[in-house]
């Protein structure tokens, strides 16, 4: 049996926490975090974040071999456990040196610090958290400089997870990636957390690498997954010129087995907590590096995101008459993907925000999201009406735009939905989620993304 402690109880910490739970009933796993809200939210019935299959894990395991706890007696929490999973927040910084593109390592460092203040026994800690390449030797230094002789191996295990399936994702991940030092101690440590993912996961999917790999592959593995998303989103502004469809297109060169399917559908852009700081992380540490090529290749993923994100209200406006103002626009969607609460930069609250100073009266619909969505906006959630209510959110509106791929938005009545709507109706689908055929042969002018828009107004362009 081994006393498991993991830092940090967000949307890595405690589903992957749960999941390990569940698999290594002969393990004990508590989960400590600061905000001591989220704690009480892990111990209630409303948890903290909207997963699918997370709460029956929960469930399952809860108060089994798992425990969520505050950082109250960090101190003794850190001397019981054997195992540390560290998965605090790693922001983008947003000060002093690098502030905007490096990232915020102050909360890693700082449990590092408490780890160092407490621990008498020996202690594997690992990197749960995406950090830049050669963190864990920062960590090392600041670890080891312990006068008491205690024995700390760090190692890496960057978490793959996407949020909607993050369950499914760490049931059945498509491989666990361990790195640790070539040392006989690290070597062991790292047998310890291969023994430890064996309990569920075929051994040929735990790969074991070098520290340093596993921490670039982390950020390596999101800059190439939003590479392809600002790849199909490029070849979506071009589809829209030539009345080519990038969903046939995408189909086209994914069904190429060198290609593949995945990650290929055009959008209004991504979100997600972490693409974006990822890759600036990655820009960064490139540019340290003197690769200054290097970093603009990646830096233009990133300019193609926000250039979609432009380029979709800047379409929502022309095509309006160029005027929003006063009109009431009912956007679809709040969260960054669909399955799942969270907001963080989300591309729905960028069209949000572009669309206020269009001085737009925007009615925002999500079926989970909202309360996150009124978090991240701030002052600005004032100015807008939020309402689970897609029919009550169209009513009276000029324009509907879809912003999260929800199926809850696929299952509308639309026929109703037009006929309580201001006409001319339009309606931009930043998922490509919807019929467009039968909308506009209810009457709506459609604008898909990637693809010819059906438009009653002006002759010759109806697809
Ligand atoms: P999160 O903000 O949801 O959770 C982090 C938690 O750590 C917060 O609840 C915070 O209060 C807590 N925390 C910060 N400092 C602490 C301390 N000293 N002691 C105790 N608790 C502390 O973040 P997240 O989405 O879970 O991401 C965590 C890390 O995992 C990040 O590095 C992220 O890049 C990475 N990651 C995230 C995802 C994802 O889908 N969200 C997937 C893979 C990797
Ligand atoms: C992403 C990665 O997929 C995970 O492997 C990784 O662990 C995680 O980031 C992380 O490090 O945080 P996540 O951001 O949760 O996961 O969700 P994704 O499914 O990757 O979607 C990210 C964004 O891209 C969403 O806004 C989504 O709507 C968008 N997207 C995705 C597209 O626009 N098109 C696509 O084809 C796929």
Not at 151 to 169: R, T, W
Not at 214 to 229: D, G, P
């Amino acid at each position: 049996m081994s006393n498991i402690l993991c830092i940090g109880a967000g949307y890595v910490g405690g589903p992957t926490m749960a999941v390990i739970a569940k698999h290594c009933p002969q393990h004990i796993v508590r989960v400590v975090d600061i905000n001591p809200d989220r704690i009480a939210a892990w111990n209630s019935d409303q948890l903290p974040i909207y997963e699918p299959g997370l709460e029956e894990v929960v469930n399952l395991t809860h108060g089994r071999n798992l425990f969520f706890l505050t950082d109250e007696n960090i101190g003794e929490q850190i001397e019981w456990a054997e195992i540390i999973f560290v998965s605090v927040n790693t922001p983008t910084k947003a000060f002093g040196l690098g502030a905007g593109r490096a990232a915020d390592l102050q909360y890693w460092e700082k449990t590092a610090r408490q780890i160092l203040q407490y621990a008498t026994t020996p202690k594997i800690i690992i990197e749960k958290s995406t950090l830049p390449v050669r963190t864990a030797e920062a960590m090392s230094h600041i670890l080891n400089t312990n006068s008491r002789g205690v024995q700390f191996d760090v190692i890496s295990n960057p978490e793959f997870l996407a949020e909607g399936s993050a369950i499914k994702d760490l049931e059945d991940p498509d491989r666990v990636l361990i790195g640790g030092h070539n040392t006989p101690s690290g070597q062991r440590a790292v047998e310890t957390i291969v023994e430890l993912y064996a309990n569920w996961v075929p051994r040929e999917k735990i790969i074991t690498t070098n520290l340093w790999s596993s921490e670039l592959s982390k950020l390596v593995a999101n800059a190439f997954l939003a590479q392809r998303i600002s790849s199909i989103n490029a070849i979506s502004a071009l589809c829209e010129r030539t009345d080519a469809d990038v969903e046939e297109v995408a189909y086209a060169i994914g069904t190429d087995s060198r290609i593949g399917p995945h990650f290929l559908r055009a959008s209004v852009g991504f979100g997600g907590s972490c693409f974006r700081k990822d890759i600036l992380n990655l820009v960064y540490i490139c540019e340290q590096q003197g690769l200054s090529e290097v970093a603009e290749y990646w830096q233009q993923v990133l300019i193609m995101n926000e250039y979609q994100e432009a380029r979709f209200v800047a379409n929502m406006v022309h095509t309006m008459f160029n005027s929003l103002s006063g009109k009431r626009i009912a956007l679809f969607g709040a969260a960054f993907k669909a399955n799942t609460n969270d907001t963080r930069e989300s591309p729905a609250l960028a069209v949000c925000r572009e669309l206020l100073e269009e001085r737009a009266d925007l009615a925002l619909c999500d079926p989970y999201a909202l309360g996150n969505a009124r978090h991240d906006l701030g002052d600005l959630a004032e100015k807008i009406r939020f309402t689970l209510d897609p029919y009550q959110a169209a009513e009276g509106a000029h324009a509907i735009a879809i912003l999260t791929e929800w199926s809850h938005f696929t299952e509308l009545d639309y026929q109703r939905i037009y006929d309580s709507m201001v006409h001319p109706a339009f309606l931009f689908d930043g998922r490509n989620i919807l019929d467009h055929q039968k909308l506009f042969k209810i009457g709506f002018n459609v604008y898909p993304i990637g693809k010819t828009p059906l438009q009653h107004l002006y002759q010759g362009k109806n697809g």
